[in-house]
């Protein structure tokens, strides 16, 4: 019986996880600078997250991946300009709203330009990392067009009685001309009453990577096909129309998000946006050197109603 009794103990502790308290372990690891940045053509050239990894099994905190005295600069039609760490006034208010401490870093009085190539280069406890990236030219969208899509939906009541309701959604089917080195997405949809003014709906990512719904790779007919599922009902109401924005990428950001998603195929679902990656998967970072991270240009958001 005691017997038993153990090794139920010990099934149990597999199948629910029992929690223990590591103190012993020693695990490699090799302190690197970590890099976020996203250049956006006409936006100035700011919020450069700047960071540091952590020894496994220490608890994260922002202050301690925090980087204030690293020595990096950008280079651009072969002239040189350090980055400075950004203060306050100057970082994007949502994040001082949840009081996150971010080593942000910009050039002052320095615009993002599209069509040209971006060198950094981050020194910091004696590690070097460099990256290099292109920003691409505005995107050109030839046509956006809703196709219905019924999904079914399974219901659950508090009472535990089921019920099924079939809502018909639609999936956004963007035409763009592509052009080469370059990744192309969707990066928003949403509905707005009558009409709308592009400058409205265009959206800025900050240090992070964009929500990025879909990417395209392949060419049909002169055009690249993106494809997505909306979350509105379809037919929409009449007074509303549903507005698409896509963006294009350095070729960087394309061979990180299929690290990401492997199994998914191009344009034809939803991909995450996290930057350093998923367990078990190896992000393909554009970091050389003593650092990770990725570090991208791309354009700005081009709208268009979709019919």
Known sequence: MWIYSCCLALTLCGILGCES?????????????????????????????????????????????????????????????PLELQKSPDIDSIALQYGLLRSLYHVPNLVVEAGKRYALRVEWHGKVATAETFVPEPIEILSAR????????????????????????????????????????????????????????????????????????????????????TNYGYPLYQTYRLYVGCSSFDAAAQSYFRSQRADMPFGTGTLPSILYGEPGRNPEWNIRGDGIGLFVGRSEMAVIEAK
Do not use: C, W
Request: proline share 4%.
């Open 146 to 229: 809703l196709v219905p899509k019924e999904v079914v939906e399974t219901v659950i009541y508090m009472s535990g009685g089921l019920s099924q309701t079939r809502t018909t959604y639609a999936s956004v089917e963007v035409t763009l001309r592509p052009r080469a080195n370059e990744t192309f997405g969707i990066a928003a949809y949403e509905i707005y009453r009558y009409e709308i003014l592009p400058s409205g709906f265009r959206y800025r990512f900050g240090q992070n990577v964009p929500d990025v719904a879909v990417l395209g790779t392949s060419v049909q007919n002169g055009g690249l096909l993106l494809q997505t599922q």
């Open 21 to 81: 308290v590591v103190t012993d372990a020693s695990l490699p690891y090799s302190e690197k600078i970590v890099i976020s940045g996203v250049l956006t053509a006409g936006d100035s050239l700011k919020n450069i997250h700047l960071s540091r990894t952590v020894v496994p099994l220490d608890t994260f905190s922002t202050e301690k991946v925090y980087v204030g005295d690293a020595i990096a600069s950008i280079t651009v039609d072969g002239k040189s300009y």
